[in-house]
């Protein structure tokens, strides 16, 4: 799951940072601000909060031991990148 939210993030952030919201064609710029507004959304709000929300599950979940898994300081550094990505959109995107 972590590897789907990166690429899915780093497909937004690349939207996001090259492709030009405000020029183009009358067809794109219709829609292009909602685009790039969504994009920041999926970015900073909604894969951090699904990615810390599963987190919380397998925290919770007594079948998974994660203090037995090599990728767990991994998780949990993830996460705190995640929670990163909700403070800075709160505090400096918004």
Do not use: H, Q
């Amino acid at each position: 799951m972590i590897v789907y939210s990166n690429v899915c993030s780093a497909i937004c952030i690349v939207w996001v940072i090259f492709v030009p919201w405000k020029k183009g064609p009358t067809w794109y710029l219709r829609f292009a601000d909602k685009v790039f507004f969504f994009m920041i959304l999926v970015c900073y709000l909604i894969l951090p909060v699904a990615n810390i929300g599963v987190m919380i599950y397998l925290v919770v979940l007594p079948a998974i031991n994660l203090g037995k898994l090599a990728i767990e300081s991994y998780v949990v550094f993830f996460n705190v990148v995640c929670v990163m990505r909700i403070v800075e959109f709160i505090t400096l995107i918004r």
